[in-house]
């Protein structure tokens, strides 16, 4: 059992505009918001910010008119959300991620990494991810939402 959640980029994206959540994930969600275990990474900032400059409009994320630091700090103080800061320690994880994951996306390497080194479950939707956690038992916790 985890200490707690890490939200995925797109799920505190999601939460922030209330788009549909797996009933069970949502309430565990919120119940992690009251009491302290709901976590977010810096490394959300950087890729919803990354995704705010997009050139189609359709693909940016919709930030209700906030800079993404103003957007970030209101979304997760809403939420209960704490932010984790990047270390050292988590760069170096991440830097090692790729080789188990397969995959190089940055927002990812850094997201997994800190869920390992804080031992939460990364609250996510993505498959490559899920299929990570299923494949190597032990090596991640995840909820799916």
């Known amino acids: 059992m985890s200490r707690g959640f890490l939200l995925d980029s797109h799920v505190l994206l999601w939460l ?81 991620v790729p080789g188990i994951y397969g995959s190089g996306d940055p927002g990812d390497c850094f997201l997994i990494a800190t869920a390992r080194l804080r031992r939460l479950s990364l609250v996510t939707r993505d498959t490559k991810i899920i299929a990570l956690a299923k494949r190597e038992r032990g090596y991640l916790d995840v909820t799916v939402c």
């Open 16 to 96: 922030d505009q209330e788009l549909l959540i797996y009933s069970p994930a949502a309430y565990e969600i919120a119940k992690a918001g009251a009491t302290g275990r709901l976590f977010v990474s810096d490394i959300s900032i950087c890729e919803l910010g990354v995704a705010s400059h997009k050139k189609s409009l359709e693909k940016r994320p919709d930030l209700r008119g906030l800079s993404i630091d103003g957007w970030f700090d209101e979304t997760t103080n809403r939420l209960g959300a704490r932010t984790i800061r990047i270390t050292q320690a988590i760069a170096v994880e991440a830097a090692n």
